[in-house]
């Protein structure tokens, strides 16, 4: 069926928007509290790594009762909350007298990643079928990504060429909350309501039982741990190990993020239309595998790639299948009325990744340096991954179907 074709067309695009903004909106926050501009650079080094850390453990602490809630009252009035909540993080950085604040602003930015990925997800999720739903899973990962850019690259951007850092923080902010009243008037309710009352705790404990979900674990706690390694540790490899032109980084980047981009759309599609999603899972999580090897292998002498340099673009669009099929499979296995607390679990396995990741890759890095450290740990991950994969279940054929939304309204 596919976005375009989907009754809940507008919804879905909306989401997506907001997404992209929030997301904008937060990167941008870590781009300024890691500069030397704000605070005088009170939080550059561990400050602002104390941020990233807390960041995810108030969301882990939160996501469950976002997850359960939103399946008892509805995705809608969480989901606005939480780009309001952002919005006033981002704000209360900006006016800030003190550094140490910034810790409990980190806490505001986690309960707000909670509330708006748990409803998310959710919506996508009811809005979804068999026929679509790595598909448009996949377009919530590029507007994941395109925020992560965009915010990270503009906020960095804007910094240099001299604007106030403060006015950076309130931009974030204003564009959060227009976002928000953006989802109040367009965003519908997708949630069907039910009449009979289940307490947060036994929607919770009806996930924890499902044994599919719980054989998710090692595929998505590794992956996640990779990209909150790669998060806090790519600017300082950049910088101290690539041998690398501000040519090269540009065109790395722009062949990299480009072929990822196809990868994420067209395999999708392929993971919707064939009706499976491990194979896109592992041959995506071997391909990301390969990149980092490469890249690793050759940082200090990365001309010796360019000789290769086709097997960049190939191994970034086959990685592309990965994000699409893993969240599809998540919504494959979830149940109507537990959609949200499923949701939640997986946000709190990206807390956990975003934990381990960080902290394990400083102290493989400072342990045993970049190959030896780095490069195991990344192997490790994948291998985890992989093996973790082969004892996941094809959840073909499992999902509920999906009412029409105008039912879900009337009920």
């Known amino acids: 069926m596919g976005l375009r074709a989907s009754e809940n067309k507008w919804t879905l ?63 809608k009035p969480i989901l606005v909350a939480s780009l309001f909540i952002t919005a006033t993080a981002a704000f209360f950085f900006a006016i800030s007298p003190l ?91 997708t949630k069907t309501v039910d009449h009979q009352e289940a307490s947060m705790i036994e929607l919770l404990s009806k996930v924890a039982r499902d044994k599919r979900i719980q054989k998710m674990i090692p595929v998505y706690v590794p992956i996640i741990s990779l990209y909150g390694l790669v998060i806090s540790k790519a600017e300082h490899i950049l910088e101290s190990h690539f041998s690398l032109e501000a040519t090269d980084i540009l065109i790395l980047f722009a062949m990299l993020g480009g072929s990822l981009v196809l990868g994420i759309i067209i395999m999708g599609h392929l993971s919707d239309h064939l009706r499976k999603r491990r194979p896109f899972i592992v041959t995506g999580l071997i391909a990301l595998g390969g990149l ?21 673009p190939v191994l970034g669009f086959v990685t592309g299948g990965f994000p699409p099929a893993a969240m599809a499979y998540l919504t494959d296995i979830s149940e109507a009325d537990a959609r949200g607390s499923t949701m939640g679990v997986y946000s709190i396995f990206f807390g956990s990744g975003m934990i ?56």
Not at 395 to 410: D, I, Q, R
């Open 99 to 189: 550094a140490i604040l910034a810790f409990v602003f980190a806490a505001l930015f986690g309960i707000g990643a909670a509330s708006k990925v748990t409803t998310t997800l959710s919506i996508i999720a009811d809005c979804s079928g068999e026929d679509d739903r790595a598909r448009l899973m996949g377009y919530y990962d590029l507007s994941t990504l395109m925020g992560l850019a965009g915010g990270y690259g503009l906020g960095m951007i804007l910094i240099q060429f001299g604007l106030d850092v403060n006015l950076i923080l309130l931009a974030a902010a204003a564009a959060c909350a227009i976002a928000g009243f953006i989802a109040y008037l367009i965003i519908k309710e």
């Open 292 to 312: 980092a090897f490469l890249l690793v292998a050759n940082a200090e002498h990365f001309e010796q790639l360019w000789t290769v340099w086709p097997l960049l």
């Open 356 to 411: 381990i990741g960080p902290l394990a890759g400083q102290l493989f890095y400072d342990t045993w340096g970049l190959i030896l450290g780095l490069g195991f740990l990344v192997v490790l991950f994948i291998s985890i991954a992989c093996i973790g994969t082969y004892f996941l279940p094809e959840a073909h054929g499992h999902a509920v179907a999906v009412p029409p939304l105008e039912h879900s309204e009337n009920e």
């Open 13 to 75: 695009i909306t989401l997506y928007f907001v997404t992209l903004i929030m997301r904008a909106a937060f990167y941008a926050t870590i781009a300024v509290i890691q500069s030397n501009f704000y605070m005088g650079g009170e939080l550059v080094g561990w400050g602002a790594s104390m941020v990233l850390a807390i960041y995810p453990l108030a969301e882990l602490s939160t996501v469950s009762f976002f997850g359960s809630y939103s399946d008892k009252v509805g995705r």
